[in-house]
């Protein structure tokens, strides 16, 4: 079992930065690929940013290439997401989320291939 807790969340003007922080605890942190995801109001739950365990291996949604940059810190049990140039489309809960590394290959935008998530932590770009 893992706890996740994101931070770092609020308000920021458009083509501003934010940095997010999602803290792991109960389990070795370095055993998990982790994962960004967003929920805009009346939208399901997307797919944003992955890492792999060593962090080596990145993934990102089309919409935020170039722009958000996933990072972990596996001394600090941390997994970091650097997000630059925001839109007013950028805003939304955005939740971290944890999967158990493995040799197999998973489809890390897939919500099903996660097992722990946060509790989300809000980010609002205005215009």
């Known amino acids: 079992q893992v706890q996740l807790v994101e931070s770092g969340g609020g308000l920021v003007q458009a083509g501003g930065s934010l940095r997010l922080s999602c803290t792991a605890s109960?389990?070795?942190?370095?055993?998990?690929?982790m994962g960004w995801f967003r929920q805009a109001p009346g939208k399901e739950r997307e797919f944003v940013a992955a890492?792999?365990?060593?962090?080596?291996?990145?993934y990102y949604a089309d919409s935020v290439k170039g722009r958000f940059t996933i990072s972990r810190d596996n001394a600090e049990n941390t997994v970091y997401l650097q997000m630059n140039s925001l839109k007013p489309e950028d805003t939304a809960v955005y939740y971290c989320?944890?999967?158990?590394?493995?040799?197999?290959?998973?489809?890390?935008?897939?919500?099903?291939?996660?097992?722990?998530w946060g509790q989300g932590t809000q980010v609002t770009v205005s215009s």
């Open positions: 109960g389990r070795t942190f370095s055993s998990y690929d």
């Open positions: 890492i792999k365990w060593s962090g080596v291996g990145t």
């Open positions: 989320a944890a999967v158990v590394a493995s040799s197999r290959g998973i489809s890390y935008s897939r919500r099903a291939s996660y097992d722990y």
